[in-house]
């Protein structure tokens, strides 16, 4: 009896062992190695199999063997054992020098980036090897991987012959983490570095981070906010840090750090920052000998001065050079390197000036610095020219500097792009600018030719799956694959993720890629077309709309809508001038309204609503029914998804699927936000009729109410008829009769989920409870209104004329279970 409950004790702990390993939480992102269960792809890597060697013993080649030997018993149920010498060897691991010497047969081209690789095949004693021989380790380490990816996606590996070397040699990614964990435009929980002023003690994840980082080429990690905390680089935080470079070192990825640029100041002090003063040259010299003493593989810093607020050089009159190379020449001798932040600008402007442009900052800030830059400064420079927008034209600023090395910032965590609750695949949006040619010189010059280093504002979280949204690991992949190569496609870097992430079934691989490749188009259709801004609050949260947020306040995020016309006039000849910053062709292009692509029209020109695009359409017909096909194509991703049911594992199928409906909901909200203000500003009805008429919605404010007391929404936009219905206390019941026809019918209830409280509903049809739910979401407000707007369907309700439908509502705390509208919508 003893006996047998001790079996079934290890029984169920093998169990539970075997579904943690296989727990489909996202965790493992695209490196979760399938087993490839089809006989006949197998065959394929039959002849990987016996031993590998690995021709040095450092932490990133042998981290190279162990991911190859845990891919391969995971994908192959094989393992691999271990050898140094490649006699015999299945895999032969090791940088070139190494390779040529041990294995004379193999014929390796030649490679000359750092970081490249080369995979082919060789013989080796009685049998043909497989060869990683990478330039240096990291090379070996991207080499393995890139092998690993072949299997997972089931290529052949027969005529392996692939010489890869990256574009840029400085792929990083930035993490906006503050000290006491929390993350600066972080959506997926707390930071996995720091905790209450320190670094945490469990690195797990940090490790588990650098290895996916690895696996797409990302050499590089700033792990705090660039609106830095002097104390990071404090002689008493140095050991820490170094614990996080210990686990991020087998994976070739160099720890960096952004500095606070009054940090001579705030803890050196000092009295002054001022980076032509002697005693600040030697405080930072200071600091970086301290540091690459504890780390010497230090990557280096991140400065981001005079901005928002940031102290920099102006307090002392000197320029961006002057500060950038006084901490570039600390970090130097160390062959360190500075990125120099290129987003800066005043955000403090006059809005009534309608010569002020907050897209001309950059170019204007650094336009007569260029050359003047030390040759390890590398400015760092955001895709557009305001601010990580739903569509922007590329930054002038790429073109204008000829003599300064430049890297490319792009935004992985979707702060202006829904937050992680929404799909957006980035990279067709990515590959916009950098394919975009600025044509400098009269030569093509596509900005992809123009930077040295790619940097991605990252974000992770504790969240499991890294960002909160499974799809949204497939922005973290696209950024190391484009890093590495800018001319991979984005369908390619879809498909593979796709298929390394969910597997091999076809009908699911094409419905995520559908999704992934529409996915930011859709969202520009329900935000913000023409490029006119993605139309958010921009002043806190940056996630809902907020029409008129950016307006009227010295952001500059302007979109310039009044009772005629809408857009920025940027051309030379009666706006800012922002158009005569892109060398003449490209200028020539945007000065003129009719060549001036229309997505990008409202950013370069202001134009009457009425002004007819290339489409035939007016501009304001267009907002309109951009506006509902966005929310429509929302609805048709939630809608695919639901396709999926049984193809893949439950898990990722269910919080995809809540994420998906969500959004869908919240489309909704963008469009009937928009839609209607546009419509009260424009006074242009809506040629379709949609806008302002919703046949199936009882407004809550209209409904029969006991105890619940109507309220104003602010913005009036973000609530359908301005209204809502709040509970101030107790329990409160809003009732309707349902008139139609009898049939099957989906009821939406339209209810405000701030953060400050859980309310509780109930909807009943007659005496009978149909749904139940608690508003315990986290959206960035505790107001009811765009951000908090969230809708709740319940699908498929017998309802026949006469029925009483009834809303039970009770607060909590601050949130008053605040409910805007009933749509009741009959089944297809
Ligand atoms: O997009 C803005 C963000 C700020 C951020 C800043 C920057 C880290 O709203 O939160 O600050 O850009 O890039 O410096």
Known sequence: MQRMSRIC?????????????????????????????????????????????????????????????????????????????????????????????????????????????WLGTASSGKRRAIVVAGLDANGVLYGAFALL??????????????????????????????????????????????????????????????????????????????????????????PQLARIADVFRPWGVSLALSIDFSSPMKIGGLDTFDPLDARVAAFWKARADDIYRAIPDFGGFVLKADSEGRLGPSAYGRTHADAANVVARAVAPHRGVLFYRGFVYDHLMDWRNPKNDRARAAVDNFKDLDGKFDANVILQIKNGPIDFQVREPASPLFATLEHTTEAIELQITQEYLGQQ????????????????????????????????????????????????????????????????????????????????????????????????????????????????????????????????????????????ADGRGVGMDRTSATGTGFTAQYPPKVAAMFESLERTPDELLLFMHHVPYTHVLKSGDTVIQHIYDEHYRGAEDAAGFAERWRGLDGLIDRERYSSVLAKLEYQAGHAIVWRDAVTNWFRWISGIPDARGRVGRYPNRVEAESMRLDRFAVEAITPWETASGAQAIRCPSGTCTATTTFSGAPGAYDIVVQYFDENDGASKFTLSVGTRQIDTWVANDIFPSREPNGHTSTRRVVRNVQLKAGDVLKIEASPDREEFAVVDYVEIVSRP
Request: proline share 4%.
């Open 9 to 117: 004790s290890l029984a169920v702990a093998l169990l539970l062992v075997a579904s943690a390993v296989w727990a489909e939480d996202g965790a493992a992102g695209w490196l979760r190695y399938e087993r490839i269960a089809d006989a006949a792809v197998r065959q394929r890597y039959d002849f990987v199999a016996g031993s590998i060697a690995a021709l040095d013993s450092s932490a990133v080649v042998s981290s190279a063997r162990d991911e190859l030997i845990r891919g391969i018993r995971s994908m192959l149920d094989r393992t691999l054992t271990t050898t140094t010498t490649p006699a015999d060897g299945a895999i032969v691991l090791g940088t070139v020098d190494e390779v040529r010497r041990a294995l004379p047969a193999a014929v390796i081209p030649a490679l000359d980036k750092r970081n490249g690789y």
């Open 149 to 238: 990816r072949h299997v997972a996606l089931h290529d052949s590996i027969d005529s392996l012959n692939e010489r890869q070397q990256p574009a840029a040699p400085l792929r990083w990614t930035n993490e906006w983490n503050n000290l006491d964990g929390s993350i600066e435009r972080g959506y997926a929980g707390p930071s996995i570095f720091f905790e209450a002023g320190h670094v945490v003690t469990d690195l797990a994840r940090a490790r588990e981070y650098a290895r996916l980082l690895a696996s797409v080429g990302v050499n590089g990690c700033a792990v705090n906010n660039v609106n830095a905390d002097a104390r990071a680089i404090a002689p008493d935080f140095i």
């Open 421 to 560: 609750r929404h799909v957006v695949f980035l990279p067709p949006m990515w590959k916009e600018t950098l394919d975009f040619d600025m044509q400098r010189g009269n030569q093509p010059a596509p900005v992809k030719s123009l930077v040295s280093g790619y940097v991605g504002v990252s974000n992770v979280g504790r969240a499991v799956n890294w960002f909160g949204h499974d799809l949204a690991m497939a922005n973290l992949y696209g950024f190391g694959r484009l890093a590495w190569n800018p001319d991979n496609t984005s369908a390619q870097i879809a498909r593979e993720w796709t298929a390394q992430t969910f597997g091999h079934d076809p009908r699911v691989d094409e419905v995520v890629d559908d999704i992934l490749l529409n996915s930011w188009r859709a969202y520009e259709r329900y935000t913000g077309n023409l490029g006119i801004g993605t139309l958010t609050d921009i002043i806190r949260a940056h996630y809902g709309p907020g029409i008129e947020s950016s307006e009227r306040n010295g952001w500059g995020q302007w979109h310039r």
